[in-house]
């Protein structure tokens, strides 16, 4: 089984979105795919038509149990979020051992054993991302053209780095995937300059209305013409060597 974190400290960089479609063409593609929405905003619970669920992965982690597992199409399951979720990050502060407890309960939830796992990291840094972090084989960095996400990606590589040192030395750095980016505009040759000197850079996503309205729309599942979508295909790729 393969745990991949999706990560960045810094909101707005589609960061769901790219969890959300790296999931469905894994399933689509025949690899039995679990999402973990680790985010209290749901987002990612949201974009596949999921609301108000009442058996979400708050319960799971402060009861110390196995994670609820829904069904959202072939190949490919969800565990949900819920805006509860956010208590977690005081209720579990003073807790031995906070930093295992998603660990914990997926070892106690039956997957196939080929699964593909992608944990949605909150934006920010706090227990529920340091769980992420500590349950991973492998994390990718999701950012925007800007200055603003290359410091934050600055912060989250000392992040990763702090993490295998203390806690999870088998925590790799897959690379990075750029998102929402016009090729023509010179900031995203500039980040992409940049993000290659850290890590190896996945893909190139291009800014595209159609994945954002199905996303939004909480049907991403059922998207199938979509320049992005061809792009996040290409990073597939580029990840099947590292995966099941």
Same mark, same amino acid.
């Given at each position: 089984?393969?745990?991949?974190?999706?990560?960045?400290?810094?909101?707005?960089? $589609?960061?769901?979105?790219?969890?959300?479609?790296?999931?469905?063409?894994?399933?689509?593609?025949?690899?039995?795919?679990?999402?973990?929405?680790?985010?209290?905003?749901?987002?990612?619970?949201? $974009?596949?038509?999921?609301?108000?669920?009442?058996?979400?992965?708050?319960?799971?982690?402060?009861?110390?149990?196995?994670?609820?597992?829904?069904?959202?199409?072939?190949?490919?399951? !969800?565990?949900?979020?819920?805006?509860?979720?956010?208590?977690?990050?005081?209720?579990?502060?003073?807790?031995?051992?906070?930093?295992?407890?998603?660990?914990?309960?997926?070892?106690?939830?039956?997957?196939?054993?080929?699964?593909? !796992?992608?944990?949605?990291?909150?934006?920010?840094?706090? #227990?529920?991302?340091?769980?992420? !972090?500590?349950?991973?084989?492998?994390?990718?960095?999701?950012?925007?053209?800007?200055?603003?996400?290359?410091?934050?990606?600055?912060?989250?590589?000392?992040? #990763?780095?702090?993490?295998?040192?203390?806690?999870?030395?088998?925590?790799?750095?897959?690379?990075?995937?750029?998102?929402?980016?016009?090729?023509?505009?010179?900031?995203?040759?500039?980040?992409?300059?940049?993000?290659?000197?850290?890590?190896?850079?996945?893909?190139?996503?291009?800014?595209?209305?159609?994945?954002?309205?199905?996303?939004?729309?909480?049907?991403?599942?059922?998207?199938?013409?979509?320049? $992005?979508?061809?792009?996040?295909?290409?990073?597939?790729?580029?990840?099947?060597?590292?995966?099941?």
């Amino acid at each position: 089984m393969k745990i991949i974190a999706i990560a960045n400290q810094k909101g707005g960089t $589609a960061k769901t979105t790219t969890t959300a479609a790296l999931a469905v063409l894994l399933a689509r593609g025949g690899t039995p795919t679990h999402l973990v929405d680790m985010d209290p905003q749901a987002s990612l619970t949201q $974009a596949f038509g999921l609301k108000d669920e009442t058996d979400g992965l708050y319960h799971a982690l402060t009861d110390r149990t196995g994670l609820p597992v829904k069904t959202v199409s072939r190949n490919l399951t !969800l565990t949900p979020s819920t805006v509860e979720l956010g208590r977690t990050e005081t209720e579990l502060l003073s807790e031995t051992g906070r930093e295992f407890f998603l660990r914990t309960s997926l070892e106690k939830t039956p997957l196939p054993e080929s699964s593909v !796992l992608l944990l949605d990291c909150p934006p920010s840094l706090g #227990v529920l991302s340091v769980n992420c !972090l500590a349950t991973a084989g492998g994390m990718i960095a999701v950012i925007q053209p800007g200055g603003f996400e290359l410091h934050a990606l600055a912060h989250l590589h000392f992040t #990763v780095q702090a993490i295998r040192e203390r806690v999870n030395p088998d925590l790799h750095i897959l690379g990075a995937i750029i998102t929402n980016a016009h090729r023509r505009r010179k900031i995203t040759e500039q980040v992409r300059l940049e993000v290659g000197r850290v890590y190896p850079l996945l893909g190139t996503i291009r800014a595209d209305a159609r994945l954002l309205y199905a996303t939004t729309a909480g049907a991403i599942q059922h998207l199938t013409r979509s320049k $992005a979508l061809d792009d996040y295909a290409a990073v597939v790729d580029e990840l099947c060597p590292v995966l099941p």
